[in-house]
């Protein structure tokens, strides 16, 4: 028990490697108000992951004060983690941005100046670029946290106003593989199934997830399932680095990095090898297909294919702890439980060829007919709490307009400029810039105004050195909105702050097809509003700037309401009524009126009021609990895949042959990096290093490397260690422990400090298909520079 | 500083005597170790994640969090017991309450949540 001093300055400074320097981590006591004081709750959804745990917020004199579960719901069962316990401290925290900020010149100080002005520069100089250098040379980028009438409206302002697609937004770079996949493989976007599943699962199958990170609560359901059923269900992880998540696996699966897809089509050998296909299921609702011009073949083309993946060779392929018995094993689990569950991320999903890994493992869910069923899907978990519901359904990408349908489908373009009230040909038939593209045109000048909502690429895009030369250009006119300084108002002409979570109203689509209202329940500080207030604002001003009376029209049905719940909920029937109504994603059902009767949302399709206050579809495409399925039945089989993409109306079992990552180690370069999340922590941290708990519990990223490397290279745990690829460096603290795979280290991504922005490092290479860039492996070389040296956590802040 | 480290063990032998035998406390002792405060630390050591020492300190609190179902689910210390400024020793029970309002709304009156579930185990009732 005994402990001196001097052993806990040298246990602390092993572990944090630091002294610390002051900083402003505010723990006012009316933050400390407990849950029994509130004179309110109000009921939302969580701001933070993709899972979408319904919340109530506790509110004392106007004030936030408390978060909650909502032990009725279907997402959470009541149950938070702690950013969901926390983030309403993120409300009237003293370094929110309250007025609009402005500055001509990068070099300049910000000055506040009033929203008239804020607006009116904000016009002239999107209507400038545009008179000047045409339609494409403005851009908007948004986000997966941004509200769906958020997404919706500034997408509608750009296509019909502005007369460009060049809409895109965060999402594109952590789900747009898993978009792929299910487009490819199924027909139609988003998971066939539900959460409902966990409880129903026997075999859950975990790969390129830390889930127990950075999906804690559906984590938390998962190892209920496991530990509540320990002989009967089984967990597979399979993850080139062992995790808190492998802690409930009864087999983690260690290979490199980007050898998953030999280990995909291994399992799928052995199931045909061992007769453990569901035939039935195949033959009724299966077809096979190979190449760019998707040709058909047939099942013994699969599986002759699939010889250059016996369990012997992908073992070899695979490296790490990988054999091949153990490819037997976890295929036997897979095929044979009666019921598994799949769910990936970002070790799927970013990857130079995501969408293929997607294929692979949604093959193994069609060849054992683990789909439709009780306890049985592959369900993609989504990172943002609106990245699926708010820019996949919501039109938040270059390439798609709401509601699932294409820009390039000229019916579908013309069906959304009728709905609109713009003359057709209003909104250009080519898809704008991918993110990647966009990006890069910045760089090139071909950008000249960008408005970036609610995220930040000079951190989060891969090789972001590369890319912030572009946003640092003079001649680059940046529009920010935002709640907190980021890395990206760095770069910021125009800064307008805006009402976060709680302060405005709005709905969020998670990962299970399921949206849910959150109202108003305090003000936002200052000045900051809407983002629905200021994009109807800036609107109309562009509709004068351009002399272009059907940018006003865009904006005309909601001209005049109050901003706090009527221009939402106008936005949002706009969206649902006329754009979703028969599509696969109808959500005509799921009024504000539905939804804020329910628990927990409304899942869709879900085509009237009375099915959505049931809580919408459950399974997709299965007769009886889905109404489209029922609907564009064409036969008597209980599935019927509806998709649009697959006119077959079949699910495609894909030939993809396995492709390791863009850059591998080599002799310069020896090591893979890898990079990932930590529980206290979200995407930037601009938010969750304002809450004192989550910084002190996760102070700054550190680099993990294995114990036999670290030995090697004479690395100790806290020494500090230069990361270095060809395209940037860090400089961490190291964890030595049996984490990542020998010859692989993993950094945190959360963290703002310019020697520990790990996307300085990673590469910025991107799936041909998805477009989404491959953070998830890169080379690398490590170097031990010194022992611990002292570190402090670091958030931007405002100067000037 | 010498003294600060003494009254921070103190306090971790309390709050271990007080998980193991949470059900016989009387009410007094109990107000006692609520209001008894985390010794100061640096805010270097303000850094250190709390199981990071409690490892050592308190070794089988940190097993019985870490075996439990908290510990899978990596819900940490200060969700219960606060940070440095608002640490609690004994927890108010509202923070069970934020994961678990419908078992702290049906939890006989009088009992408080360890009563009858284990501090840092959570087992079933006891």
């Known amino acids: 028990m005994g402990l001196s001093r001097r052993e806990f300055i040298k246990r602390t400074a092993a572990l944090t490697a630091a002294s610390y320097v002051g900083m402003n981590l505010p723990l006012k006591e009316e933050n400390r108000a407990q849950a029994s004081d509130v004179d309110g709750w109000h009921r939302g959804v969580c701001r933070l992951c993709g899972t979408g745990c319904r919340v109530e917020l506790g509110v004392k004199g106007g004030k936030a004060v408390a978060l909650r579960g909502v032990t009725g719901s279907r997402t959470n069962m009541g149950y938070l983690c702690m950013k969901g316990m926390l983030f309403y401290r993120l409300m009237g925290h003293p370094e929110r941005l309250t007025k609009p900020l402005y500055r001509a010149s990068k070099k300049d100080s910000f000055k506040e100046i009033s929203w008239d002005e804020a607006l009116d520069i904000a016009s002239r100089e999107f209507a400038r670029a545009v008179r000047k250098y045409g339609n494409d040379s403005v851009a908007y980028y948004g986000s997966g946290q941004a509200l769906t009438e958020e997404t919706y409206l500034f997408q509608k302002v750009m296509r019909a106003g502005l007369q460009t697609n060049n809409v895109e937004g965060n999402p594109r770079l952590c789900m747009a593989s898993a978009v792929g996949g299910y487009i490819t493989s199924f027909g139609a976007d988003e998971p066939i199934g539900s959460y409902a599943n966990i409880e129903k699962a026997k075999c859950f199958f975990i790969i390129g997830s830390n889930t127990a990170e950075a999906h804690p609560v559906l984590f938390r359901r998962i190892m209920r399932r496991k530990l509540d059923h320990k002989d009967e269900v089984k967990v597979i992880n399979a993850d080139p680095r062992v995790s808190p998540t492998s802690r409930i696996a009864d087999m983690h699966l260690q290979f490199m990095p980007g050898t998953d897809l030999a280990l995909l089509h291994s399992m799928a050998w052995v199931i045909i090898d061992e007769g453990l296909t569901d035939r039935e299921f195949t033959e009724k609702y299966a077809v096979f297909r190979v190449g760019k011009d998707k040709k058909q073949v047939d099942f013994d083309t699969y599986k002759k294919f699939l010889d250059d993946y016996t369990p012997e060779k992908a073992s070899r392929i695979c490296g790490g702890n990988i054999t091949p018995d153990k490819i037997r094993t976890v295929a036997r689990w897979f095929a044979k439980s009666g019921g598994t569950v799949s769910l990936w991320t970002m070790g799927i999903n970013q990857r130079k060829r995501g969408v293929w890994a997607n294929n692979l493992i949604h093959n193994l869910h069609i060849i054992t007919g683990q789909l439709c069923k009780p306890g049985a899907d592959s369900l993609s978990l989504t990172g943002q709490p609106n990245a699926c519901g708010g820019v996949r359904e919501g039109g938040g990408l270059c390439h798609i307009l709401p509601a699932h349908r294409l820009v390039k489908k000229d019916k579908l373009r013309h069906q959304v400029e009728d709905l609109w009230g713009v003359p057709r040909g209003r909104i250009p038939p080519k898809p704008g810039y991918h993110t990647m593209a966009m990006f890069t045109a910045v760089n090139q000048g071909k950008i000249k105004a960008m408005w970036v909502n609610c995220t930040s690429p000079a951190q989060s895009l891969p090789n972001c050195d590369l890319y912030n030369k572009g946003l640092a250009r003079e001649d680059f006119f940046l529009v920010v909105t935002d709640i907190f300084p980021t890395r990206t108002t760095e770069y910021a002409n125009l800064i307008l702050p805006t009402a976060f979570h709680f302060e405005k109203t709005g709905v969020y689509g998670c990962t299970e097809r399921r949206s849910q209202l959150t109202r108003k329940a305090v003000n936002a500080p200052g000045d900051a509003k809407p983002e629905v207030w200021i994009v109807r604002e800036w609107a109309k001003r562009l509709s004068r700037d351009l002399n272009d009376p059907v940018i006003a029209t865009t904006v005309k049905p909601f001209d005049g309401l109050e901003e706090d719940y009527e221009l939402p909920e106008a936005i949002w029937n706009e969206y649902t009524q006329k754009l979703t109504r028969g599509r696969d994603n109808d959500l005509s059902g799921a009024t504000y009126r539905v939804l804020s009767r329910m628990d927990d949302g409304v899942q869709w399709p879900a085509p009237t009021e009375e099915f959505a206050l049931q809580g919408g579809t459950v399974i997709k495409f299965v007769k009886g609990y889905d109404p489209l399925a029922t609907k564009h039945s064409k036969d008597e089989n209980p599935y019927q895949f509806y998709g649009p993409a697959h006119p077959d109306r079949k699910l495609w079992v894909w030939l993809r042959p396995h492709k390791g990552p863009e850059e591998m180690p080599d002799s310069e370069y020896p090591f893979y990096l890898s990079t990932g999340r930590v529980i206290d922590h979200w995407h930037t941290s601009s938010m969750t290093g304002r809450i004192i708990e989550l910084m002190r519990s996760n102070p700054y990223a550190y680099v993990e490397i294995n114990p036999a490397d670290a030995q090697r290279l004479g690395i100790k745990p806290g020494d500090m260690v230069e990361v270095e690829s060809r395209r940037g460096s860090n400089l961490l603290p190291a964890k030595v422990y049996e984490g990542p795979v020998k010859g692989m280290v993993f950094v945190y991504w959360y963290d703002q400090a310019e020697s520990r922005m790990i996307n300085k490092v990673t590469k910025d290479a991107y799936d041909p298909g998805s477009k989404e860039p491959e953070f998830k492996i890169c080379a690398c070389r490590i170097r031990r520079v010194s022992g611990p040296r002292p570190l402090k956590p670091f958030l931007v802040q405002m100067k000037g | ?126």
């Open chain 2, 1 to 126: 500083m010498k003294k600060n480290i003494c009254c921070f063990l103190l306090a971790c032998f309390v709050a271990a005597v007080a998980a193991g035998c949470a059900g016989t406390a009387d009410k007094k002792v109990s107000d006692s170790m609520a209001a008894a405060r985390h010794p100061e630390l640096t805010d270097q050591e303000k850094l250190t994640p709390c199981a990071a020492c409690h490892r050592d300190i308190t070794p089988e609190i940190y097993q019985q969090w870490y075996d439990s179902r908290h510990g899978l689910g990596k819900v940490k210390c200060f969700q219960c017991h606060g940070t440095y400024e608002n640490f609690r020793v004994s927890p108010d029970e509202t923070s069970c309450a934020a994961c678990h309002n419908a078992q702290f709304q049906h939890a006989a009156k009088g009992k408080r949540c360890w009563d009858c579930h284990p501090a840092h185990g959570f087992v079933a009732h006891r």
